[in-house]
């Protein structure tokens, strides 16, 4: 039997579990991400896939293409990419691992404070020889973040944020006053958050309700000195709006984890611009998050090549 795990992007996926177990099982990593035709190629005859959060899409027209696969693994219990329904009806079953234990809330910070004060500037320009000092950094305590979406991983970046003394406040479709003031966050409109922040960070959950839910009305309302900050999902922002916020210094700049198309293209402006840093998309990716995928993924596939599938997905979960 043939299982592929997709996108191991750093070569580590057969080293963080005991993969040797699945007896019977031909266990290949794949470092390169492929998609299109190519993908099919690399999966062909694969019964077992393993896929790394949304790296790789699965809509119902690829399924229709891997008439060999029985048995889909993400990483997490959760992936906006898999069309569950299609799987039902093509009797493909589908099973999570255990979610992340550290959520994107360090890389956040990592972000601002690395744009606040200029890490990424300094460092090259020290590296280099360069002038020493170059830039002037902006200080947290005494300011103001907003939070778009107060969920567990916004509540985490809310406590943090108070121990350096900033005001956080908070804003989202359903968030209530009793909510907030449980996480000591003060609830405002969405248009006071946006224009009122001096970083505003976003912490929601992709679906339909949410799609670009910070609209380019709401970062036209930024302050030219505010940071804009996203570990979450590009889907949630209006990318050309915030591009075109950045080109023409709208805001101080933006820390970005996530993109609309990942890897993000060689010749995507947001890897040139110098008010920019990016990341490409290492929230969840830590020793302790590797090792909690992986290893759930070894037990899905002993449950279910034993015929007792654990954390099956199921469209109604999506």
């Not at 991983?153 to 944020?161: D, L």
Request: overall charge negative; glycine content about 8%; hydrophobic content about 45%.
């Amino acid at each position: 039997m043939r299982c592929v795990i997709l996108d191991d992007y750093q070569d580590v996926a057969t080293a963080m579990a005991n993969w040797p177990s699945l007896e019977g099982v031909d266990v290949v990593a794949l470092t390169a991400h492929y998609d299109g035709d190519d993908l099919i190629a690399a999966l062909k005859g694969a019964e077992i896939v393993v896929a790394m959060r949304e790296r790789t899409p699965f809509p119902a027209a690829v399924f229709d293409r891997l008439p060999d696969l029985k048995l889909l693994v993400t990483s997490g219990m959760r992936n906006a990419s898999i069309d569950l329904g299609a799987a039902a009806e093509r009797r493909i079953t589908v099973c999570g691992t255990p979610s992340s234990s550290t959520p994107p809330v360090e890389l956040t910070w990592a972000l601002i404070h690395g744009l606040t004060r200029h890490l990424l500037t300094e460092s090259i320009g020290l590296r280099r020889g360069e002038i020493w000092q170059q830039t002037v950094g902006a200080d947290l305590h005494g300011k103001v973040l907003g939070l778009v979406g107060l969920g567990k991983i916004g509540t985490q970046v809310a406590a943090v944020a108070r121990a350096f003394g900033m005001e956080v406040t908070a804003w989202s479709p359903h968030l209530t006053e009793e909510r907030a003031a449980e996480a000591g966050v003060r609830l405002v409109s969405k248009d006071a958050l946006f224009a009122e922040s001096d970083i505003v960070s976003v912490h929601l959950v992709l679906s339909e309700s949410t799609r670009c839910i910070v609209s380019a009305a709401d970062l036209a309302l930024m302050k030219h000195t505010a940071y804009f900050i996203n570990t979450s999902r590009a889907g949630l922002v209006d990318t050309n709006a915030l591009v075109a916020e950045l080109v023409g210094h709208g805001i101080a700049g933006a820390g970005l984890d996530v993109f609309d198309i990942e890897p993000l293209p060689a010749d995507d402006i947001l890897r040139r611009l110098p008010n920019v840093l990016a990341t490409p998309h290492l929230g969840y990716v830590t020793q302790d998050n590797y090792s909690r995928f992986f290893n759930g993924a070894v037990e899905d596939i002993a449950a279910w090549l034993a015929g007792d599938p654990i954390r099956r997905l199921s469209p109604s979960r999506d």
